[in-house]
């Protein structure tokens, strides 16, 4: 029998931004343009890195640049805390930064392997030793990547809608036809949200449609939409215990899988949860959300980012503005090729359970509720 502690979600914290609302992740940051062996990457460094603790290097989504994807959640109150304490390094996918020049004519964009090798060029040029990822779609893959090719280098990774397969036949054959039927702006909005959010929550959708159709050229975002397409499978798979944990390949650093209970992802998700150590890997579902879970939940998102980085024993004295403790309780977990069985709370409002945290073990599935 294992103790588990349910705690509940309080009140929600505004986004910060600094006077006449300007953005505060725009303040002491350095840019980059760093030369690798595949091309440029266009980087942006905030602080410098402090001792020997990691940086948090972020990697964006398609349809997204580094801005689009995290500001809001490191905007907001509860990262502060986070970002006193880390350096942060934001990756722009080639192309893909604010006001980037359209590629030229016979511009190879990089592989999504390729991808991932330029990453540690860029952080040796930038002194960085080993970093703490947060990646989300096609970035989450990329860091996911590196993971595996530079087990050094990742201390551990946050992985929002992460989806570790190749496409099948059968999903080529659907993305050629909703190629020949849609724009690549609903193609891309289709990959962010799910039906029912494309016609329910329609001022965010709204919001990401103009900043994918007219912030970024349209020719660099199909370019990179299109190696994300091509991806190759994730070599991954869950060790058996006592037989080939040194062996397997899988990620050997601690990994926090997140996705909103509605997200198009989930099913991708849940596939990427069962081929990681369930000792190492929490999967974080976040209830009332869908795509883009650090856009639409920043505080909750914010929040677990606090236990997964004190997990790893940085920020001991972090506090947890947002959560209470409240009831305990004592159950045993179920094993499954989807990690330990969620499990849900009853009630309404907030006496609702909002997530379980276990003592002593890193394996759950954390339900998050409003």
């Avoid at 997140?258 to 929490?282: F, I």
């Amino acid at each position: 029998m294992e103790e588990l502690h349910d705690v509940q979600l309080t009140e929600i914290k505004p986004l910060l931004t600094g006077q006449n609302g300007s953005n505060l992740q725009d303040f002491d940051c350095q840019e980059h343009d760093v030369e690798t062996a595949h091309g440029v990457l266009h980087v942006t460094m905030r602080g410098v890195a402090k001792g020997n603790r990691p940086t948090i290097l972020t990697y964006h989504d398609v349809g997204l640049n580094h801005k689009s994807c995290f500001n809001t959640l490191f905007n907001y109150e509860d990262m502060q805390e986070v970002t006193q304490h880390f350096s942060v390094l934001h990756v722009d996918a080639p192309g893909q930064q604010e006001n980037a020049p359209v590629f030229p004519a016979g511009y190879q964009f990089p592989t999504m392997d390729e991808l991932a090798e330029m990453l540690p060029s860029v952080l040796t040029q930038l002194q960085v030793k080993s970093v703490i990822g947060i990646g989300v779609g096609a970035g989450a893959y990329i860091l996911t990547k590196l993971a595996l090719n530079e087990p050094s280098l990742v201390d551990g990774l946050v992985l929002i809608d992460v989806d570790p397969c190749a496409k099948g036949w059968v999903d080529w054959a659907a993305s050629k036809l909703s190629g020949w039927t849609s724009s690549l702006v609903d193609i891309i909005m289709g990959h962010h949200f799910s039906s029912d959010e494309l016609t329910e929550n329609k001022e965010i959708v709204q919001t990401y449609r103009l900043h994918v159709s007219q912030d970024i050229p349209q020719e660099n975002l199909l370019m990179f939409y299109s190696s994300y397409e091509s991806r190759t499978e994730l070599q991954m798979e869950r060790p058996v215990p006592g037989l080939n944990e040194n062996t397997v390949s899988t990620l050997r650093c601690p990994a926090l899988l997140v996705v909103g209970d509605t997200s198009p992802a989930v099913d991708a998700v849940v596939e990427c949860n069962s081929r990681l150590n369930p000792t190492k890997t929490t999967l974080l579902k976040m209830a009332d959300c869908g795509g883009l879970p650090q856009v639409v939940q920043p505080g909750k998102l914010a929040e677990a980012f606090k236990y997964f980085v004190q997990g790893m024993g940085h920020m001991p004295t972090a506090g947890m503005t947002r959560l209470v403790r409240s009831r305990t309780h004592s159950a045993s977990s179920v094993g499954s090729a989807e990690g330990v069985r969620t499990r849900s709370a009853t009630g309404s409002g907030s006496e609702a359970a909002a997530c379980f945290i276990p003592q002593n073990r890193a394996v759950p599935t954390i339900e998050m509720t409003s």
